[in-house]
């Protein structure tokens, strides 16, 4: 298997339910994909700006201020206060680490990378594009033996799935009895909402409470895109495991992946600046309030969706019925198969549309 293996990119299957919502009367509203809408940060683009004069080459390691300011950053808002700056590395955007990472963990035909049922599809790809076999399995007691590498997410995309402390614990010891590398993908984390997730942080995996006391072989992945709006910088991160840390440093110093330098000040500013953070997730959170029971009265029924940007839903019937059913309302949505095989009746629901289209869509959908 590799890249000549990879199915056509799914979304070009939603082209004739775009256009078909986009003959709505009242236009459409674009519910598919997670993009953000507000704007940058006036603090972040500053910050951008003051950095332009970029006439040296970047340091793939990271500058000084960017790898204090994640460690410090993990510290404030993560309660994982143990890490140093060689436990840290960025990145151009989380995707392109979560598709290379098998490959960059040197991983290949007879490895198994495991991820979540309900999963964003660039774990697939990327095992597959090492050559390595992919198995979607959510219980860790269903992670097999010959698993290398174990990709959870926390919280989920697209179901809004978030693992408890506890629930990590019991993952840790899993993979570290199949000697396999656990990364888990926490970009959601800031936009926790339903039950515990109301009042508490959302965990992360190398929370010390679920490490007890080893980083050995585990990663956290974290991206500015959503807390942030800097989707168009491709700003992100891992952090965790020295060892492996410094490997992929050394890999990437070789392929020449690093953030351009003015995008790696903006991302040490933005990290250390938590207010925009506060008001961005108030959008979302008032978005979530309007949409939410709009949903739930045109007859679908949310499931999991405690945190994250999305709301995971299903009428019970096949995804591309409801597909349908939305785009004559001029909604487009995501259907579940584009996040595996195991949700043919489920959609998903973004937030990221502007308050007018939210409200728009909740009202069509109420009197539906």
Same mark, same amino acid.
């Given at each position: 298997?590799?890249?000549?293996?990879?199915?056509?990119?799914?979304?070009?299957?939603?082209?004739?339910?775009?256009?078909?919502?986009?003959?709505?009367?009242?236009?459409?509203?674009?519910?598919?994909?997670?993009?953000?809408?507000?704007?940058?940060?006036?603090?972040?683009?500053?910050?951008?700006?003051?950095?332009?004069?970029?006439?040296?080459?970047?340091?793939?390691? !990271?500058?000084?201020?960017?790898?204090?300011?994640?460690?410090?950053?993990?510290?404030?808002?993560?309660?994982?206060?143990?890490?140093?700056?060689?436990?840290?590395?960025?990145?151009?955007?989380?995707?392109?680490?979560?598709?290379?990472?098998?490959?960059?963990?040197?991983?290949?035909?007879?490895?198994?990378?495991?991820?979540?049922?309900?999963?964003?599809?660039?774990?697939?790809?990327?095992?597959?594009?090492?050559?390595?076999?992919?198995?979607?399995?959510?219980?860790?007691?269903?992670?097999?033996?010959?698993?290398?590498?174990?990709?959870?997410?926390?919280?989920?995309?697209?179901?809004?799935?978030?693992?408890?402390?506890?629930?990590?614990?019991?993952?840790?010891?899993?993979?570290?009895?199949?000697?396999?590398?656990?990364?888990?993908?926490?970009?959601?984390?800031?936009?926790?909402?339903?039950?515990?997730?109301?009042?508490?942080?959302?965990?992360?995996?190398?929370?010390?409470?679920?490490?007890?006391?080893?980083?050995?072989?585990?990663?956290?992945?974290?991206?500015?895109?959503?807390?942030?709006?800097?989707?168009?910088?491709?700003?992100?991160?891992?952090?965790?495991?020295?060892?492996?840390?410094?490997?992929?440093?050394?890999?990437?110093?070789?392929?020449?992946?690093?953030?351009?330098?003015?995008?790696?000040?903006?991302?040490?500013?933005?990290?250390?600046?938590?207010?925009?953070?506060?008001?961005?997730?108030?959008?979302?959170?008032?978005?979530?309030?309007?949409?939410?029971?709009?949903?739930?009265?045109?007859?679908?029924?949310?499931?999991?969706?405690?945190?994250?940007?999305?709301?995971?839903?299903?009428? !019970?019937?096949?995804?591309?019925?409801?597909?349908?059913?939305?785009?004559?309302? !001029?909604?487009?949505?995501?259907?579940?198969?584009?996040?595996?095989?195991?949700?043919?009746?489920?959609?998903?629901?973004?937030?990221?549309?502007?308050?007018?289209?939210?409200?728009?869509?909740?009202?069509?959908?109420?009197?539906?």
């Amino acid at each position: 298997m590799g890249v000549r293996d990879l199915a056509d990119y799914p979304w070009d299957a939603v082209v004739p339910f775009r256009e078909r919502a986009a003959a709505h009367p009242g236009g459409l509203v674009d519910l598919s994909i997670g993009s953000p809408v507000d704007p940058t940060p006036e603090v972040v683009r500053r910050a951008l700006t003051e950095a332009t004069d970029a006439h040296a080459y970047p340091q793939t390691v !990271g500058t000084p201020a960017l790898r204090e300011a994640i460690v410090e950053w993990y510290a404030r808002r993560r309660g994982v206060d143990d890490l140093a700056p060689r436990n840290v590395l960025p990145t151009i955007g989380s995707k392109e680490l979560v598709a290379l990472l098998p490959t960059l963990l040197g991983l290949g035909p007879g490895d198994i990378v495991v991820h979540p049922r309900a999963a964003y599809p660039t774990y697939e790809v990327g095992a597959r594009v090492a050559g390595a076999t992919a198995m979607a399995a959510d219980d860790p007691a269903e992670w097999p033996e010959g698993a290398k590498l174990i990709w959870i997410n926390t919280p989920g995309n697209p179901d809004g799935r978030t693992w408890s402390v506890e629930e990590l614990a019991v993952a840790v010891s899993r993979a570290r009895e199949l000697g396999a590398v656990l990364a888990s993908d926490e970009c959601y984390a800031e936009l926790g909402w339903d039950g515990r997730w109301a009042d508490e942080r959302v965990p992360s995996v190398l929370d010390p409470r679920a490490t007890g006391g080893s980083r050995a072989n585990l990663l956290s992945v974290y991206s500015l895109s959503k807390q942030s709006n800097l989707a168009g910088y491709r700003a992100a991160f891992v952090a965790g495991c020295a060892r492996i840390v410094g490997d992929l440093l050394t890999a990437r110093k070789h392929l020449g992946l690093m953030p351009p330098a003015p995008v790696q000040h903006a991302m040490a500013v933005a990290l250390r600046d938590d207010a925009h953070v506060t008001e961005q997730k108030e959008r979302y959170r008032a978005r979530r309030e309007t949409l939410r029971p709009a949903i739930e009265a045109a007859g679908f029924r949310i499931d999991r969706s405690e945190a994250g940007l999305y709301l995971w839903a299903t009428e !019970g019937r096949d995804a591309w019925d409801s597909m349908g059913r939305l785009a004559d309302l !001029g909604i487009l949505a995501g259907p579940g198969v584009f996040y595996g095989p195991h949700f043919p009746h489920h959609v998903r629901f973004s937030l990221t549309a502007t308050d007018e289209r939210i409200a728009e869509a909740a009202r069509r959908l109420a009197s539906s």
